[in-house]
């Protein structure tokens, strides 16, 4: 398609058909090649930068929630032990173990027996141990795991060993009145 000015150049006779039709060529060519420039190293080098900040960002971010997400855990397991904390009585000496060390409670009989049933779980809160009834003991344990010290209602899947034990110690008679 030719424009005005090239039909007027053409009838003044200032210009030959073949110039026209090469011109329109050209122009067809400029406006169907044109593509985008392809990006230069300094812009490459820019989306990298900016690739490498954006995944250290959140990274970041993801720390900062997962830091956020456990000490929400850690008030939540405190507000939990002190409103189900059982109050501790008596003179008997409860005797467990907290990692490498032997620990102990004061308990009566009553708090003794459900301890050894597994009623009653023995949770670590701030530098001293609390008593909870299996139900807050399972709140607790689904927050934090470590800071329940001694839960023996709770089975563990590894003690295969411990059922072949049982039945060789079954032989043997133990006091009743034998306390650890």
């Not at 929630?65 to 000496?93: P, S, T, Y």
């Not at 089975?155 to 059922?163: C, L, N």
């Amino acid at each position: 398609m030719r424009n005005p000015l090239q039909e007027q150049l053409l009838k003044a006779g200032l210009v030959k058909k073949n110039q026209v039709a090469q011109a329109v060529r050209e122009q067809a060519k400029k406006h169907k090649g044109k593509q985008p420039a392809a990006p230069s190293a300094e812009q490459l080098e820019a989306q990298r930068l900016q690739a490498e900040k954006a995944a250290r960002d959140r990274a970041i971010a993801a720390e900062r929630n997962a830091q956020l997400r456990a000490g929400e855990a850690r008030v939540q397991v405190q507000q939990i032990v002190e409103a189900h904390k059982v109050k501790r009585e008596g003179e008997i000496a409860y005797r467990f173990t907290d990692g490498d060390r032997i620990r102990d409670v004061l308990v009566n009989e009553a708090l003794r027996a459900q301890l050894a049933a597994g009623t009653l779980v023995i949770v670590r809160h701030g530098h001293g141990y609390e008593l909870l009834p299996r139900v807050a003991a399972d709140k607790v344990y689904e927050r934090d795991a470590a800071m329940i010290v001694l839960d023996h209602g709770q089975s563990t899947p590894g003690d295969a060993s411990s059922d072949a034990d049982d039945d060789f110690y079954s032989k043997f008679e133990v006091p009743d009145d034998l306390v650890w």
